[in-house]
């Protein structure tokens, strides 16, 4: 079996597996508890992801270079630490909303940009809930709190209500910074195509119709043009008959 086969196999079940941890974590978070069932459910999940990982590694063509451009894998199943790093997994969520998002590219983008700013705008809050909801002193202790600062955070708006205060929640917000910055470019992008478009096929259809009445009367000189030559050329031929009849007569 080839990685890539494998990947297309495994496309569905990774899915699932994200969309168990990120409503196991989503609890945990949320309600801030230790329950046995959202541990397993967590736990689990990681091993499904470990499972992943080695076999993405024995399988890829070149492994050293596999490795190293998939550092943030390793990342994901071996530091339980950084447990949000999980929610990476929902990237593959992303996959299935570019499919369905239409045949247009514009249309395709723009499902996929609001698909991932949701998402990351989700786990963002779930991540800094995560990192500051138990921590001494720290202002983000509720999901509405978290959901807000992520809102303001990732657009750079940064309002400064609501702060991180842990080295792992600061991060998160610089991953949310980074990320926004990166959706509204995309976003700028595919307004600024969608506007040239429009002009260019606006452009072409007045174009279309000033060119119109020339190609026509074009096509009427064309056709007069065509009746002149045939008249003349009627006109010469009786004309040389009889000049040809003379000279026979001569002889």
């Not at 020339?214 to 004309?239: D, H, K, M, W």
Request: aromatic share 10%; charged share 20%; glycine share 6%.
């Amino acid at each position: 079996m080839t990685q890539e086969q494998w990947r297309k196999r495994s496309e569905w079940p990774l899915l699932v597996a994200a969309m168990v941890f990120l409503a196991a974590f989503s609890v945990q978070v949320i309600v801030n508890t230790e329950a046995v069932v959202v541990e397993v459910l967590i736990w689990g999940t990681w091993a499904v992801f470990v499972v992943d990982y080695f076999i993405n590694l024995y399988l890829a063509p070149h492994r050293v270079r596999w490795f190293f451009r998939n550092l943030h894998e390793l990342a994901i199943v071996a530091l339980p630490a950084l447990r949000p790093l999980r929610l990476l997994r929902l990237v593959s969520l992303l996959q299935v909303v570019h499919r369905i998002g239409g045949n247009a590219l514009r249309s395709r983008v723009l499902v996929y940009v609001l698909g991932a700013a949701a998402l990351l705008i989700y786990a963002g809050a779930l991540a800094g809930l995560d990192a500051e909801e138990n921590v001494p002193g720290a202002n983000i202790k509720t999901f509405g709190d978290a959901v807000w600062w992520a809102l303001t955070t990732i657009t750079t708006v940064g309002y400064g209500d609501y702060y991180p205060i842990t080295v792992l929640g600061r991060c998160v917000a610089a991953g949310l910074m980074v990320g926004g910055i990166a959706i509204l470019g995309l976003v700028t992008a595919s307004v600024a195509s969608w506007m040239v478009e429009s002009v260019a096929v606006e452009t072409a259809a007045e174009l279309d119709a000033a060119e119109a009445p020339v190609f026509e009367e074009l096509r009427r000189l064309r056709t007069q043009v065509e009746r002149l030559t045939a008249l003349l050329e009627a006109r010469e031929e009786p004309s040389a008959e009889p000049s040809e009849a003379a000279r026979s007569t001569e002889n």
